[in-house]
C-alpha cells in the first residue's frame, strides 16, 4: 500500500497526541470528486484555531491514497475523537456511490491501521460518534465493505461432564447456609443425562462446582442472583 506524501505550510506547530490512536473515525469531504487535499488544507486553514487539514489520510476516487497530518499529531477532523486517525473519502456520499478503487483502497487502509495499532481498533462514521451532528459520510458510505465485520465474541467452551469433574455437594450442616443446604445431587443427574454444560464455581472458600445443564430451569437465574449477592 502506498501513501503519497505532501508538504504543507501549517499555522503553528502540530500537538503530539498522547499515547496510542483510540479509533478511527471516517468521513466524505462532502464534495466533488475532483477535490484534493490541497483544496481540504486550505478550507481548514479558514477555520478557527486550525492549523490545516485535519485528517490523517485522505482516500482519492481514484484508490490513490494521500497523507494528511502525520499519524503522531492530534487531528482536527471529529469532535470528541481527535485522539484518532481519521480518514476522509473523497466526494458526497450522499449523492452517489463509492467507486470501486476507492473502496478497495479504503479497506486496505484500514486494515493496515489496524494491523499496526490494534485489529480491535473501531472505525466509528463521522456520525456515530457521540457529540457529533451530522450526515457523514453519507447515506450511500459503503460502511461494511470498509471495516468490515466485527470480530465474533468467543464462545463459552463446553465441557463434557463426567463424574471426575462433578463435585458431589457436602452434607447437610443445621443453622450454616451454603451451597450444600440445596440439595443439587438430583439436580446433577439430570444435567449429566442433558450431556455437555457449563460449569460454575460457588465462592472463594467453598470451592464446588456446579454444572450448568444446556437447557437451563426457570429458577436459574433467580439463583444467580441469589449467588452474586451472597458472595
Given at each position: 500500500m502506498k501513501v503519497i506524501e505532501h508538504k504543507y505550510a501549517w499555522r503553528g506547530a502540530l500537538v503530539r497526541r498522547v499515547g496510542p490512536p483510540q479509533s478511527i473515525p471516517l468521513h466524505h469531504?462532502?464534495?466533488?470528486?475532483?477535490?484534493t487535499v490541497v483544496d481540504i488544507h486550505s478550507w481548514h486553514l479558514k477555520i478557527p484555531g486550525y492549523r490545516g487539514i485535519g485528517y490523517n489520510y485522505?482516500?482519492?476516487?481514484?484508490?490513490?491514497i494521500h497523507r494528511g497530518r502525520p499519524e503522531w499529531a492530534y487531528g482536527g477532523h471529529t469532535?470528541?475523537?481527535?485522539?484518532?486517525?481519521?480518514?476522509?473519502?473523497?466526494g458526497n456520499f450522499d449523492k452517489h456511490a463509492m467507486p470501486a478503487a476507492q473502496l478497495k483502497a479504503g479497506r486496505e487502509?484500514?486494515?493496515d491501521i489496524r494491523r499496526r495499532h490494534g485489529r480491535n481498533l473501531p472505525a466509528p462514521r463521522?456520525?456515530?460518534?457521540?457529540?457529533?451532528?451530522?450526515?457523514?459520510?453519507?447515506?450511500h458510505f459503503p460502511y461494511a465493505e470498509i471495516v468490515g465485520k466485527a470480530p465474533a465474541p468467543a464462545k463459552p467452551q463446553r465441557i463434557a461432564l463426567t463424574a471426575q469433574?462433578?463435585?458431589v455437594p457436602r452434607p447437610k450442616k443445621p443453622g450454616r447456609?451454603?451451597?450444600w443446604n440445596l440439595g443439587l445431587v438430583r439436580y446433577i443427574d439430570r444435567v449429566r443425562a442433558q450431556g455437555d454444560g457449563d460449569r460454575v464455581t460457588a465462592g472463594n472458600h467453598d470451592l464446588l462446582i456446579i454444572p450448568v445443564p444446556v437447557k437451563r430451569p426457570v429458577w436459574w437465574r433467580l439463583l444467580m442472583r441469589w449467588k452474586k449477592k451472597n458472595r
Open positions: 469531504s462532502a464534495s466533488g470528486q475532483n477535490a485522505v482516500v482519492y476516487p481514484n484508490g490513490s469532535k470528541n475523537a481527535n485522539n484518532g486517525i481519521g480518514i476522509c473519502f473523497i487502509l484500514v486494515a463521522h456520525r456515530d460518534v457521540p457529540g457529533n451532528i451530522t450526515a457523514c459520510p453519507g447515506a469433574n462433578i463435585t447456609a451454603g451451597w
